[in-house]
């Protein structure tokens, strides 16, 4: 696959590629814990080199706008940051995709559920569940 560039700080290129491993890994993980809102058709996945974030992976939502201007289906990207993603332990990449879908509401509208802490829905507690389900089912 050609990779996709986009300017980025201090003259380096953020490069993207496709990631049939962390497709794969995802639609199993999907699968396995019964996330039946979530289209793996509609959920693709990208490992990225010289990204500047802090983060290990990102989810990126299609928003409703462009849905419409486009005449396409919700859909999302999950973004792995190379440089941060591949060091960790196969748990721990289990954990921080884990924490990416969940983000992904069971409308599957393209919208992203926020980090929210308080309140009736807490994001983490969520998280949790969906790693916690995760080990039972491997």
Known sequence: MVPRYIKSNKN????????PD???????M????????IKKGRVYCFR??????RAYARIWGLSRIFQLAMDIK??????VISERFDK?????????LLHELAHIPKTFSGS???HIKKGKFKFE??????????????
Request: no cysteine; aromatic share 4%.
């Open 12 to 19: 380096k290129s953020v490069e993207w590629n496709n990631a």
């Open 22 to 28: 962390i497709k794969k890994r995802v639609s199993t």
């Open 30 to 37: 999907v699968s396995n814990i019964g996330l039946d809102w």
């Open 48 to 53: 990225s080199r010289n990204s500047k974030t």
């Open 74 to 79: 919700p859909a999302y990207v999950l973004e």
């Open 88 to 96: 960790l332990n196969k748990n721990e990449q289990d954990k921080v």
């Open 112 to 114: 992203l559920l926020p």
């Open 125 to 138: 507690d969520k998280v949790h569940e969906l790693i916690k389900m995760h080990k039972k089912s491997v």
